[in-house]
């Protein structure tokens, strides 16, 4: 009995310590309804692993647009998460404004970081001024989304590869009783896929910190959207009715990033859905824009074992086993390279709709910010341009143009 006893205060005693060297640390991310189930998969073996770390999960920001107007607030306020995700296009002006910190000194004290999956064409994303930080936690890329027996009723047997051959499949399938071929994301975050169409030819949407919306391969763009709108005859639909619709089996054909592809397939209605390559004007893209998140830094506590434990929560995120989970539950690429060849070497043969923005890899171009702080402004004026493209309220590209040019000139830092 006596060594029962001893044991038992022995096992309180440590519980105790237990208890008291437990360590909280907040956290951040947006689009619940895409990464709820990732971090509900992560947490078991993180646990296991850190049983003295709680991760206390904030409420999820609604878009990456929302994700930065949260951080730069909670700045404001003194009220910062000690991690945030943050979309790979925003990480600039937070590191600009000192809110993110550099992780160089968590990755000087790693014992062969590369190794463990990181690499230079993956940070270089999160680098600035050569000093990285964030940690890319998931990538991804515009893809089609097929409904193959909607296209099929409609008379489409072979996937459209350019704009073209997609605007004669929606006519295709009018003609045939198919009321609603068609949605294109144009209402994705950030003008992505505006920056898209930029990409498909070769430009940029920034360069030398000018917004390039004054550009031909703009005007290209302004009316290959407007082709497609119109003589798609696409319903106007926000971009979450959009998504339950394809889902649901009511829309032949999506466009959107495949970051939606775990979401749609857990909510699909009995059809067969194939993925294929983003189709190009005229040709294949050129390059398209690198979507998807970092995790940075963002703690303001001096504590070194929270800002430990906040750099053990982020790098566990992200490594081989953490971004495993991403391309399980999501339709995202894992920027690790353990992850995409060594845990998921199976993975992607045996699902190969995921396989497809892999394939595109090689077109991955930066999604840019615009300069200044009025980006996100800028960020508004182009959609609102392009809503109107949607609505029928602009149907003259030129003109439009002129438009957009002169309300961004107003926003940029020397307007």
């Not at 000093?131 to 936690?137: A, D, Q």
């Not at 396989?355 to 171009?365: I, K, S, W």
């Amino acid at each position: 009995m006596r060594h029962t006893v001893t044991a038992m205060a022995l096992a309180l005693s440590a519980t105790a310590v237990f208890a008291e060297d437990k360590v909280t640390i907040e956290f951040a991310y947006p689009y619940s309804h895409l990464f709820d189930v990732t971090y509900e998969a992560m947490m078991p073996a993180f646990q296991a692993a850190h049983p003295n770390i709680e991760v206390k999960f904030r409420a999820t920001y609604e878009s990456y647009e929302d994700a930065t107007n949260t951080i730069l607030r909670e700045a404001v306020a003194g009220n910062l998460p000690d991690v945030s995700m943050q979309g790979l296009n925003r990480q600039a002006p937070l590191v600009d404004k000192g809110i993110a910190q550099s992780l160089a000194p968590f990755i000087a004290a790693e014992v062969d970081f590369e190794t463990d999956g990181y690499h230079e064409a993956m940070l270089s994303l999160s680098t600035f001024d050569d000093e990285v930080y964030g940690l890319p936690f998931s990538i991804s890329l515009p893809v089609g989304y097929y409904n193959m027996d909607v296209l099929r009723a409609g008379g489409i047997e072979e996937l459209p590869t350019t704009w073209d051959e997609v605007i004669a499949a929606c006519k295709t399938m009018k003609a045939n009783g198919i009321d609603n071929p068609i949605f294109w994301g144009w209402n994705i975050t950030g003008n992505w896929f505006v920056q898209a169409l930029l990409w498909s030819q070769d430009k940029a949407i920034v360069e030398n910190g000018q917004v390039t919306m004054d550009s031909p391969e703009a005007l290209v763009a302004l009316e290959q959207m407007q082709e497609i709108f119109t003589e798609c005859e696409m319903q106007n639909l926000e971009w979450k009715a959009a998504l339950s619709s394809f889902s649901a089996g009511d829309v032949g054909m999506m466009f959107w990033s495949t970051s939606a592809l775990g979401a749609v397939e857990r909510s699909q209605g009995d059809f067969e859905l194939v993925t294929g390559p983003f189709p190009g004007l005229g040709e294949t893209p050129k390059g398209l824009p690198a979507g998807g998140n970092a995790a940075m830094l963002t703690s303001t506590s001096d504590d070194p074992a929270v800002r430990e434990a906040a750099w053990t929560w982020l790098k566990f995120i992200t490594s081989g086993e953490g971004a495993a989970e991403v391309a399980k539950t999501t339709g995202y690429i894992p920027p690790n390279k353990a992850a995409n060849e060594i845990i998921l070497a199976d993975f992607y043969e045996q699902n190969p709709n995921k396989q497809t923005a892999v394939d595109q890899l090689p077109l991955l171009r930066d999604w840019l910010a615009y300069p200044g702080d009025n980006g996100l402004a800028i960020t508004q004026v182009i959609y609102d341009g392009i809503e109107r493209i949607v609505t029928g309220d602009a149907t003259d590209m030129k003109e439009l143009q002129e438009e957009l040019v002169e309300e961004i000139a107003d926003l940029l830092p020397n307007g």
